[in-house]
């Protein structure tokens, strides 16, 4: 690739993505629908009722080796810092706009709000990660962040090794196109199921090496 952008192909980028704009047309910036087949809900033997949508949750969210647990709204703070004295972790970082309640039972846990922006190296260093998440996913046991309210940057939840995650209730969606239909395209979505694993070529997994090596999972039922 040439300073100009020029390829050996002999196109430039600009002319690629002018040639993307114009096959797009009308739809450009606009949210495609789901195809029907795709967008179906957890059938009447997957879930009951709601309680059923729940269990199911947490079942795969275990199933991802992720820790999880059933707490009430009143006792979200005081389950907060129960698993970070359990990670016995003496500071975390939380994004700016977490409520403040979720922390209000911390003794002797400093939280470092990310604002201004928290360095790479600090976020390496602290014991943990406090966030809120956009959806979470029965069937898949998967939480969605999207950087909204109580999520923070991408950074905040890619680079410290403990993340603990609080999903309300009424996040938690049965199936991947529901919860599909309740994000917005245009975030910068991030899936996780479980601890950050991959496996190399002799398919060995090996967990941590791009992102947490722990994840925690409040499930609040208010």
């Not at 910036?29 to 795709?38: A, D, H, L, M, S």
């Not at 999903?167 to 601890?195: F, K």
Request: proline share 6%; hydrophobic share 45%; charged share 25%.
């Amino acid at each position: 690739m040439t300073a100009s952008g020029e390829g050996p192909g002999g196109g430039s980028r600009a002319e690629v993505l002018r040639r993307v704009r114009e096959a797009l047309g009308g739809a450009r910036g606009t949210r495609p629908p789901v195809p029907r087949r795709y967008a179906r809900r957890l059938t009447d033997d997957e879930a009951v009722n709601r309680a059923d949508v729940l269990a199911l949750f947490t079942e795969r969210v275990a199933d991802n080796r992720a820790s999880v647990r059933h707490v009430s709204a009143d006792e979200l703070g005081t389950a907060v810092a129960a698993a970070l004295w359990g990670r016995e972790a003496k500071q975390i970082v939380v994004p700016a706009d977490l409520p403040f309640g979720w922390l209000a039972e911390l003794d002797g846990v400093r939280a470092l709000a990310d604002t201004p922006a928290v360095d790479v190296d600090t976020l390496a260093a602290v014991d943990g990660v406090v966030t809120g998440c956009a959806a979470a996913i029965a069937q898949t046991g998967t939480v969605v962040l999207d950087g909204g309210r109580a999520q923070g940057r991408r950074a905040l939840t890619a680079v410290p090794a403990y993340h603990l995650c609080v999903v309300h209730a009424d996040q938690i969606v049965g199936t991947v196109p529901e919860a599909v239909e309740r994000l917005d395209p245009a975030r910068p979505l991030t899936w996780i199921s479980g601890p950050s694993a991959t496996h190399g070529i002799e398919m060995v997994r090996v967990e941590g090496v791009h992102g947490p090596l722990h994840l925690e999972v409040l499930v609040v039922e208010d």
